[in-house]
Structure formats: structure tokens, C-alpha cells
């Protein structure tokens, strides 16, 4: 798939974000494979997959864009949402069309390490990147050092943005204004009236996670409703 094709079939559609966390029986490669066909049969048009094995695997089963990224937690880092070059590299190599990375200034050099690693990924693997942020300044940098892409999905999970309410669409707003790049929704978004209002303030794509396939999340949501009066 060429970049720019990827970039254009997501446009206006939904991301379906397939992962599981680390400890669940559903983190296996097959399982997660199989989530992302049956989003793709039912109108997804592009998944974000965790971790080369599991993309390997997705990329067997999808036709639509895969965007990669791999978690890797590091001592002494806040980043983990592909931390470098290498992780970038792995999840090109497995299959993915997209590489998304955090581009908040928590990087060690803040904007300019974004920066470098935006060029560096674009180099080594010749993909377009999605860039991860939590505010508007981070998306003007981000799409400043060459980033095709803009998501929010580090919005409430800053220092700076912790605790607040999302989905974030005024920051979707403020980054369509402001950016020359798409602007992607992700984070927090559990319904088809906040797909909606994403695409109305300005969404050029829409990621949902935890509402369709984080189910041990949404179990324990439906359980502590019993202990409810």
C-alpha cells in the first residue's frame, strides 16, 4: 500500500484500536487478528495494532491501513508509545502502513528529540507517522518536523492534561485550525454520538478502543454497576 493511499482510505471512516493488556488471555496474536477482521468486516477502515507479532499477524487477515505502534516501557521514561527508532522499525517491518509515536516534549530534548525521530522513522522506513499528542503546541510541532498525521490520543494522559474530560474535542477543534495535517480523534471516545461530534469538530478520522474491544475494561465497568443502588 502506497502512504499516501493509506492516509486516504482512513479519511472519514473509523480506526479500531485492537489491543489487550499485557496479563489478558486475549493478548495473543491469533486473537488479535481475529478482532481486527471482524472490525474491518463491519466497516472499520483501519485498525491501530500493538507490538510486531500482533501486526504480523493482523496484516494476514486485513486488507485496510494498519497503524503500528509498540508499547515498550523503558526505566526512567514516560514515553512508551514507540519510544524509537527501532521500535518504529519493528512494526514496519512486521506490516504496518502508519507508524504512531508520542510527540509530546517528555522525550528526553523535548520537541527536538520528536523532531529527530520523525525524520529518522520517515528515513528508515519510508511510512507515513501519526503523531501522538496532548495539546495544540504539541501538534504544531509535531506537524512542523513532517508528521502526516495528528492524533489527540495523549490528551488526559499528561501531567498537564491529567484528569481531563474526554473525549478532547475542543483540541480536535483547535488542532483542525491550526495545523495543515489531518487531524485524527482518538481517546476516550465511547459512543456513536461522540464518533459524531469528533468528525462535526473537525475529525478526519475517528480511533475507538476500549468501547468496542477492551472487554475485561468494560466487564468490570458492567460488575461494579451490581454494588450500584
Do not use: W
Amino acid at each position: 500500500m502506497q502512504p499516501g493511499q493509506a492516509i486516504q482510505r482512513i479519511h472519514g471512516g473509523l480506526i479500531v484500536s485492537c489491543q489487550a493488556p499485557p496479563s489478558s488471555p486475549l493478548d495473543r496474536p491469533e486473537i488479535i487478528a481475529a478482532l481486527a477482521a471482524a472490525a474491518e468486516r463491519a466497516g472499520a477502515a483501519g485498525v491501530r495494532i500493538n507490538r510486531p507479532e500482533n501486526v504480523h499477524a493482523v496484516r494476514a487477515a486485513v486488507s485496510v491501513p494498519i497503524i503500528g505502534i509498540f508499547k515498550q516501557v523503558c526505566p526512567g521514561e514516560e514515553v512508551y508509545i514507540t519510544p524509537n527508532l527501532e521500535a518504529a522499525r519493528a512494526v514496519a517491518a512486521a506490516g504496518a502502513d502508519i507508524i504512531a509515536l508520542d510527540a509530546t516534549p517528555r522525550r528526553a530534548r523535548g520537541y527536538a528529540a520528536v523532531v529527530d525521530l520523525i525524520a529518522a522513522v520517515h528515513e528508515q522506513t519510508r511510512l507515513p507517522v501519526m503523531a501522538d499528542v496532548a495539546s495544540v503546541e504539541d501538534g504544531v510541532a509535531a506537524a512542523g518536523a513532517g508528521a502526516e498525521l495528528i492524533a489527540t490520543t495523549l490528551f488526559g494522559y499528561t501531567a498537564e492534561t491529567l484528569g481531563a474530560a474526554l473525549p478532547g474535542l475542543d483540541l480536535v477543534a483547535a488542532l483542525s485550525r491550526r495545523v495543515p495535517v489531518p487531524v485524527v480523534c482518538e481517546g476516550g471516545v465511547g459512543s456513536p454520538e461522540q464518533v459524531a461530534a469528533a468528525f462535526r469538530a473537525g475529525a478526519y478520522a475517528v480511533v475507538v478502543g476500549t468501547a468496542l474491544t477492551g472487554i475485561e475494561a468494560r466487564v468490570r465497568q458492567f460488575a461494579a454497576a451490581r454494588q450500584q443502588p
